[in-house]
């Protein structure tokens, strides 16, 4: 099963790329909704308290995200604690779903995984196709913000990631987003008309 991994900065287009090649019949994996299933689990929980306090827990006992990240983002070595209680699990929930979707005999699978630093020391390393989704800095936070985010925290997060000239090196396949939605579904589509041939 091929894996086809989309990158790109807070912004870029990463879910629309993603969004397309789930519409060509691709299942996918999005590596932020499996890291957040993982927040669920009891024993990460545990560690999580221990490691940053129960005012972490809302009036549900569940984990506040944001309450986490606060505390998690504040420092690089407060940031290696979380990683080091979450990262292993996140990638066990991973190759679970990978080996869940190989045994369904898919031919390929797509994973959308915004915090790509490179092929060798990440999940990525598995991957067969690395697709990176580019596009200019103000458009990028223009968006986020449009969908929500607030624009000192987009650009906080934008400058904790690797550049697009990073991206552009570790990459197969290179998109960029300059344009409108539409145009950047139909580099995507073209690119899937030609890649999916040599799947057969």
Same mark, same amino acid.
């Given at each position: 099963m091929k894996k086809l991994f989309v990158i790109g900065g807070m912004g870029a287009g990463k879910s629309t790329a993603r969004k397309v090649l789930a519409e060509q019949g691709v299942p996918y994996i999005d590596l932020d909704k499996v890291g957040h299933d993982v927040l669920l689990w009891d024993t990460v929980k545990a560690d999580l308290v221990e490691a940053f306090g129960a005012d972490i827990l809302g009036a549900d006992g569940q984990i506040v995200r944001s309450k986490v990240a606060a505390k998690a983002f504040a420092t690089p070595a407060e940031t290696r604690k979380l990683n080091r209680i979450t990262m292993p699990r996140i990638e066990e929930a991973f190759t679970d779903q990978l080996d869940e979707l190989e045994r369904q005999g898919n031919k390929a699978v797509v994973v959308e995984y915004s915090v790509f630093k490179n092929r060798q020391v990440s999940m990525a390393n598995g991957a067969d196709v690395v697709i990176a989704v580019l596009a200019p800095l103000d458009d990028?936070?223009?968006? #986020? =913000? #449009? /969908? /929500?985010w607030d624009e000192q925290d987009v650009r906080r997060r934008i400058a904790r990631q690797i550049s697009d000239a990073d991206r552009i090196e570790?990459?197969? =396949?290179?998109?960029?987003n300059d344009g409108t939605p539409e145009q950047l579904r139909e580099q995507v589509e073209q690119w899937w008309r030609e890649y999916s041939k040599t799947l057969d």
């Amino acid at each position: 099963m091929k894996k086809l991994f989309v990158i790109g900065g807070m912004g870029a287009g990463k879910s629309t790329a993603r969004k397309v090649l789930a519409e060509q019949g691709v299942p996918y994996i999005d590596l932020d909704k499996v890291g957040h299933d993982v927040l669920l689990w009891d024993t990460v929980k545990a560690d999580l308290v221990e490691a940053f306090g129960a005012d972490i827990l809302g009036a549900d006992g569940q984990i506040v995200r944001s309450k986490v990240a606060a505390k998690a983002f504040a420092t690089p070595a407060e940031t290696r604690k979380l990683n080091r209680i979450t990262m292993p699990r996140i990638e066990e929930a991973f190759t679970d779903q990978l080996d869940e979707l190989e045994r369904q005999g898919n031919k390929a699978v797509v994973v959308e995984y915004s915090v790509f630093k490179n092929r060798q020391v990440s999940m990525a390393n598995g991957a067969d196709v690395v697709i990176a989704v580019l596009a200019p800095l103000d458009d990028r936070i223009e968006r #986020a =913000v #449009a /969908g /929500g985010w607030d624009e000192q925290d987009v650009r906080r997060r934008i400058a904790r990631q690797i550049s697009d000239a990073d991206r552009i090196e570790q990459s197969d =396949v290179v998109f960029n987003n300059d344009g409108t939605p539409e145009q950047l579904r139909e580099q995507v589509e073209q690119w899937w008309r030609e890649y999916s041939k040599t799947l057969d």
